[in-house]
């Protein structure tokens, strides 16, 4: 059976999550002269990356909003660097300092260089969508600044309306279902291996892991690695 759909993931796939994430908490430090509590740049941006991880892991839970974790991300970081108060900083506080974060980074925000090409040289026949843990409104307006939602915004499906993150086999299902498709119809292309690659494949997709650092790490059966975007056409046919 050829592949009729293809389905994405968002950060890090399409979109270079962690360089504007990166660029966005250095800008907003150094702006807030908060830079030098840390013993450089990049242990900043390491603190902010395990914050946020533990945090963002609590939104996919189910334990916060998606506005919640980022107000508890503002006060675990704070706290960290030993701002007094810091884990009683109000909503409003909290969502203050996070929007100047997000301004930064927002500024930084942009695809990797394969997306939109990969994206055009795809057989036009082939229907595309997103599969993302996070909200959709956030996506969607990630997606429409860094000029890929005409391409693969008509289906978006992610975990915070759909009540369930990936790897649960429901949401890439949903997915599948928004293309009019059966799952063994559809391709998923993700970087995280666990919830993209595994996930996808015991939902019954055909699984592409997208090892953009090349790691050579082992890949279990079923799924095919991908080392950039630019293959992608022709691995959906191989
Ligand atoms: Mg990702």
């Known amino acids: 059976m050829p592949i009729r759909g293809v ?4 950060d890090d796939t399409l979109f270079d999550y962690s360089g504007s994430e990166e660029a966005g908490i250095l800008a907003h430090l150094d702006e807030l002269g908060l830079l030098a509590r840390l013993p450089g740049p990049q242990a900043a941006v390491d603190l902010w990356r395990t914050v946020m991880e533990a945090q963002y892991a609590r ?37 203050a300092w996070f929007a100047g974060y997000a301004a ?19 057989p036009p026949h082939l229907r595309l969508g997103v599969v993302s843990n996070s909200s959709a409104d956030h996506q969607r307006d990630k997606l429409r600044a860094i000029g890929l939602l005409d391409r693969v915004g ?28 059966a799952p063994h119809e559809v391709a998923y292309v993700g970087d995280n291996y666990a919830l993209d690659a595994e996930g996808a494949r015991d939902a019954g997709l055909h699984a592409f892991w997208l090892d953009r650092t090349a790691s050579g790490a082992p890949v279990g059966e079923g799924i095919r690695v991908l080392h950039s975007l630019d293959g992608l056409a022709r691995a959906l046919t191989a």
């Open 59 to 95: 939104f996919l839970a189910g334990e916060l909003t998606f506005r919640g974790q980022q107000g508890e991300r503002t006060r675990q970081f704070l706290a960290r660097l030993g701002e007094p108060g810091a884990e009683r900083l109000s909503d409003e506080a909290a969502a």
């Open 104 to 122: 930064h980074r927002d500024a930084a925000r942009a695809a990797f260089p394969d997306a939109a090409p990969a994206l055009a040289g795809l």
């Open 154 to 181: 008509a289906v978006l499906v992610c975990s915070d309306q759909h009540g369930e993150p990936k790897p649960a086999p429901s949401i890439f299902h949903a997915g599948c279902a928004g293309l009019g498709l």
């Open 7 to 10: 389905l994405f993931d968002v």
